[in-house]
C-alpha cells in the first residue's frame, strides 16, 4: 500500500514537473526561439574524476545528458542541435581513450536507430559531420546506417560533428571547390562564398544562433569557426553530464535580449556577400 | 559631466598614463620574471605571443556620456594608443585590431565618414611615434574600397615600418573573417588551374598561407579581448581563432585601459591550454 502511493507521489511529482518545463517553454515562446543550438561537449573525463568514476561511465552520463538536452531542445522547438563529439585532434589521446570514445559511440548509435528507439519516437534525423573516413569501418558503417535510417524524420535534426575540425572542413571545401571550378575548363569562376558553404559538412543546417560550450573554458576548439562568426557565445562553469534545462534556458533568454541586433548582422553579412 | 572630460583631439592620453606602464614593471621587485602589479601578477614567459582585439563600445561610451559618436571614436583611439604601448612593454610580439569590419559600412554614413577621417588623422600623426617604438604596422582586408588618400598613407605607413620588429601591429580595415577564407580559396583556385598544386594536396599548411594573416609567422592569436560585454566574434578572424583563448569584458573600449589589460592577461595565464587534445 505504501509503495503504491510511494509511485503514485513520485508520478504526481513527474507530472508537477512536466508540466512546469512546458509551461516554462510556452513563456520563452513569445520571444523568438533560436532555430540551431550547437553544443561543446566538454567535462566529461572532468566529471568522471569528480565523482572517482572511470572515463568510460564519465562519457556515458555525457550521453544521457545529450539526450536530455535533445528532449529539451525538441521541446523548445529548436529545429537543429549540432554536438562536437569527436574533434581530429582527439585522436592524439591515448589509445584506450579513444578506443572508449569509439566503442561507446557505436553501442549508442546502435542503440538509437532502432524502430523503438528515441530518434524514430522524437522524429529527430541524425547527421554524421566530419571526416568521416577517419573512423573505424565499424563506426563509419553504424554511422551511415543511422542517417539513412532517420532520413525520413523531420521534428529535429542531430548533427554530430566526429572527426571534425572546421579547418578541415575549410580545407575540405577548398579541395572540392577547386575540383569544381577545375571541371569547368578554361572558363575560370571565381569561387564564392556560396560555392564554400555548399562544401561545408555542416551545410545540412542553418548557422547556429547559440554556441554553448560547458567547462567554463572559453575558447572554440576547431569548432564550426565559419558557422559560428555571429553567434552567441556562452560558457557555463557546469560540466557536460551536469548540463541541464536551466543552462539552455538561461541561453535562449540571452539570445533573446539580442536577436534584433543578430538579425540585423545577419541582414548585412548577406548583403555585403552580395556586393 | 561633459566639461570634465579632457579627451585631447588627435594627442595622446596625459604623461603618467603613456609612462605608468615603464614604471610599474621597474618599480615591481622579484620573484624573477614577475611582471606588473600584486594584483595582477604576471609571468613574462606565459605572456600571449598574439593579441587580438575586438575594440567594441565606442558609441555607447559617447551616448552615455551625451557626446556625439566622434567623440566615442576619439576615446577608443586613445584606448589604442595606450594598448599598443602596453602590448610592446609587455614583450607582446602581434597585437592584431579589429579596426573596421566589413559589417560597418552599413552604420549611419555620417558616422562612417567621422570614423574614417579619424583613421587617417591618427595614422598621419602616430606614424613616427610607431617608427620610433620600432613598431611594423600590417594591414588586412580589403583596403581598396577605402579613400585613395587613406589607402596611399596605410601602403606608405606598411612601407616605412616594414623593418621594424619590436611589435607588429595588424590593423584589420574593412576585414571579414568569411571574405579573408573565401579569397583564399580562390587563389587556391587559380593556382590549381595553373597547375601549380592539385585539389587533392591542398592541406591546411597551404590553406594558412593564402589567408591575409599571412603577413606574420604567427597568425594564430593565443588571445581574444572583446570590450562592451557582446559574448559573440562578429566575423573577426575565423580560422585563425581554432584555438584562441576568448576573453569578454563588459568594459567599453575607451575605458579599457592597463588595469583591464593587465586582467585579461591574468585570466590567460590562468588558463589550461589543451589544443583540442
Redesign the interface.
Known amino acids: 500500500m505504501e509503495k503504491q502511493s510511494g509511485s503514485v507521489v513520485v508520478r504526481l511529482l513527474g507530472s508537477l514537473v512536466g508540466y512546469m518545463r512546458r509551461f516554462l517553454f510556452r513563456f520563452l515562446s513569445v520571444g523568438p526561439i533560436p532555430h540551431h543550438v550547437a553544443f561543446i561537449l566538454d567535462g566529461n573525463r572532468r566529471y568522471a574524476r569528480k565523482w572517482k568514476m572511470d572515463d568510460r561511465m564519465g562519457y556515458k552520463m555525457g550521453f544521457l545528458a545529450l539526450m536530455r538536452l535533445m528532449r529539451c531542445c525538441h521541446e523548445l522547438g529548436v529545429k537543429y542541435i549540432t554536438v562536437y563529439v569527436f574533434s581530429i585532434e582527439n585522436f592524439k589521446r591515448r589509445p584506450e581513450e579513444v578506443q572508449t570514445v569509439m566503442e561507446l559511440m557505436l553501442e549508442k548509435i546502435e542503440g538509437l536507430i532502432k524502430e523503438e528507439g528515441i530518434l524514430n519516437q522524437y522524429g529527430v534525423r541524425v547527421v554524421f559531420a566530419g571526416n568521416l573516413k577517419l573512423l573505424s569501418e565499424s563506426v563509419r558503417i553504424a554511422a551511415e546506417k543511422a542517417m539513412r535510417v532517420t532520413a525520413h524524420n523531420k521534428s529535429l535534426v542531430l548533427v554530430v560533428a566526429v572527426a571534425y575540425t572546421s579547418t578541415d572542413e575549410m580545407t575540405h571545401a577548398a579541395q572540392e571547390c577547386c575540383r569544381d571550378k577545375a571541371d569547368h575548363g578554361s572558363q575560370q569562376q571565381l569561387v564564392e562564398l556560396a560555392d564554400v558553404e555548399r562544401h561545408m559538412y555542416m551545410a545540412v543546417a542553418p548557422d547556429p544562433e547559440i554556441l554553448l560550450r560547458t567547462s567554463g573554458e572559453t575558447r572554440l576548439s576547431n569548432f564550426m569557426l565559419w558557422q559560428t562568426s555571429n553567434s552567441l557565445l556562452y560558457s557555463p562553469a557546469a560540466l557536460w553530464p551536469e548540463v541541464g534545462l536551466r543552462h539552455l534556458v538561461w541561453a535562449v533568454l540571452n539570445f533573446q535580449r539580442v536577436q534584433p541586433y543578430l538579425h540585423k548582422r545577419r541582414n548585412h553579412l548577406y548583403l555585403s556577400t552580395q556586393q | 559631466m561633459v566639461s570634465s572630460l579632457q579627451i585631447r583631439v588627435g594627442l595622446g592620453l596625459p604623461e603618467p598614463h603613456r609612462s605608468s606602464s615603464v614604471d610599474l614593471i621597474k618599480q615591481v621587485p622579484p620573484p624573477p620574471r614577475a611582471l606588473s602589479s600584486a594584483k595582477h601578477p604576471l609571468l613574462r614567459e606565459s605572456m600571449p605571443r598574439h593579441v587580438a582585439v575586438i575594440m567594441d563600445g565606442n558609441r555607447r561610451w559617447a551616448r552615455m556620456r551625451g557626446l556625439p559618436v566622434g567623440s566615442g571614436y576619439e576615446a577608443g583611439l586613445g584606448a589604442l594608443r595606450r594598448m599598443v604601448e602596453l602590448s610592446s612593454n609587455l614583450g607582446i610580439r602581434v597585437l592584431t585590431v579589429f579596426a573596421f569590419s566589413?559589417?560597418n559600412?552599413?552604420r549611419p554614413k555620417v558616422e562612417v565618414d567621422v570614423l574614417m577621417a579619424l583613421f587617417d588623422r591618427g595614422l598621419r600623426e602616430e606614424l613616427q611615434n610607431l617608427v620610433s617604438a620600432d613598431v611594423r604596422i600590417s594591414v588586412i582586408g580589403d583596403s581598396s574600397k577605402l579613400f585613395n588618400s587613406l589607402q596611399a598613407l596605410l601602403a606608405n605607413a606598411i612601407e616605412t615600418t616594414k623593418k621594424n620588429s619590436k611589435l607588429h601591429l595588424i590593423i584589420a580595415v574593412n576585414y571579414?573573417?568569411?571574405?579573408d577564407?573565401?579569397q583564399?580559396?580562390?587563389k587556391?583556385?587559380?593556382k590549381?588551374?595553373d597547375g601549380v598544386i592539385e585539389?587533392?594536396a591542398?592541406?591546411?599548411v597551404a590553406?594558412e598561407r593564402e589567408l591575409g594573416t599571412n603577413c606574420t609567422d604567427f597568425p594564430h592569436p593565443d588571445l581574444l579581448i572583446r570590450t562592451s560585454g557582446?559574448?559573440?566574434?562578429?566575423?573577426?578572424l575565423?580560422?585563425q581563432?581554432?584555438?584562441?583563448?576568448?576573453?569578454?569584458t563588459e568594459s567599453l573600449w575607451p575605458d579599457f585601459g592597463e588595469d583591464e589589460f593587465l586582467q585579461a592577461l591574468s585570466s590567460f595565464q590562468e588558463?589550461q591550454?589543451?589544443?583540442?587534445?
Open positions: 566589413s559589417d559600412w552599413f571579414s573573417g568569411r571574405s577564407v573565401v583564399a580559396c580562390q587556391l583556385a587559380v590549381v588551374k585539389p587533392g591542398i592541406d591546411e590553406f557582446e559574448l559573440r566574434v562578429s566575423n573577426f575565423l580560422w581563432l581554432a584555438h584562441t583563448e576568448l576573453y569578454f588558463r591550454r589543451r589544443f583540442g587534445c
